[in-house]
C-alpha cells in the first residue's frame, strides 16, 4: 500500500484532471451549440493577403458577464458586438489561441462540428514539421457524464414555464437547424439528447426556408433527469437563473399541486420573469465557473 502522501498526490492530480475535463467539455459543448469553426479554402487571397482560420463564440446580449469571463481566463481572443444580431462574440484567430482551443476541443466534440474541427487540424498540421496534432474521434460517452450537455443548453437550450387557465406546463426544449452550413445534419445529436431526456426529435418551421428539429421533455422523468445533470455541472449564464425558476415550477409538479390556483399564481407570476421578460440578474454564481488549471 502506498503512503498516504502519495494517496492524497493521486487522488489530488485526479481531481485536477476531471475539473479540466469539464472545463473542455463544457466548452465543446458551448461552441457545438453555437460556435463556428472557420477555415479558409485558400490560404492566400487574390489580394495576396494570407487568410487565417478562427475559432467564434456567440453569446446572447444578456450573457455579456459570461461571455467576459470565458475571454478573461483564457487571456486570448477578443470580444465584439456581432453586427446584424443581439450578440456577443469571442473571437479567436492567434495561432497560439487556435492551437489552444484545439487542445481543449480535440476529443470532447459530439456532433457534426466535429468536421469543421478535422479540417482546422489539417490546416494547422500542413505547416508543423514536428510532431502532427491527432483527430480525435467523438466522444460517445453518455451525455450525462461530463458537462457537454451543460455548455450545449447554455448556447441554444430553453426553459419554457407555460401558465393559462386551460393548461399548465413546465417543459425544456432545444431547437437547431436540421443542416448546418456544410450540409451536415444535426439529427443524430439531437436524438441522442432526445433519447437521455426520455423525449423524441421532431421537425418543426416546415414552411420556413430554414427547418429546424426540436427536441422538447415531455413528462416528468425527462424533467428530473435533466434537473439531477444540471445541479451536477452546471450553467453559468443567464440559462442558470431561468433554470431556478424553472426548478420551482418542477417542484409543483412533483407535488402535483401545479393545478391549484394559489400555485397556479405562482407560476404564473415566475414566468412572467423568465426568458426574455426578465429584469434582474444576479452573477454570484459565475464565481464558481471552471478554471483551466495546469
Known sequence: MGSSETIRRNFSVKKLFMKNIQFCT??????????????????????NTKNYPSVEICFYLKDLPLCLTIQKIYNIGSV???????????TINSKQGILFIVSLLNGYMRSAKIYDLWKLIDWLNSEKTDKKIPKHEKDKSSLLSNAWLSGFIEATGHFSVRATLRKIECKFEIEQSIIDHNNNSSLCIL?????????????????????????????????TTLEEYLKEY???????LDFQDWLIVL????????????????????????NLNRKNFQWNHLNNFYHLEK
Not at 465584439?80 to 469571442?90: M, Q
Not at 436524438?191 to 430554414?210: A, F, Y
Not at 452546471?234 to 442558470?240: H, I, Y
Open 234 to 240: 452546471p450553467l453559468f449564464g443567464s440559462k442558470f
Open 191 to 223: 436524438e441522442k439528447i432526445g433519447n437521455t431526456l426520455d423525449c423524441s426529435v421532431k421537425m418543426v418551421r416546415k414552411t420556413k426556408p430554414k427547418k429546424q428539429y426540436r427536441v422538447r421533455t415531455t413528462n416528468l422523468k425527462g424533467n
Open 251 to 274: 417542484y409543483f409538479f412533483k407535488r402535483k399541486v401545479h393545478k391549484k390556483i394559489i400555485f397556479y399564481h405562482q407560476i404564473e407570476r415566475i414566468k412572467s420573469g423568465m
Open 26 to 47: 463544457y466548452l465543446t459543448g458551448l461552441i457545438e451549440g453555437d460556435g463556428t469553426i472557420v477555415v479558409p479554402k485558400e490560404r492566400v487571397s487574390k489580394n
Open 80 to 90: 465584439s458586438r456581432k453586427k446584424g444580431v443581439n450578440a456577443y462574440t469571442i
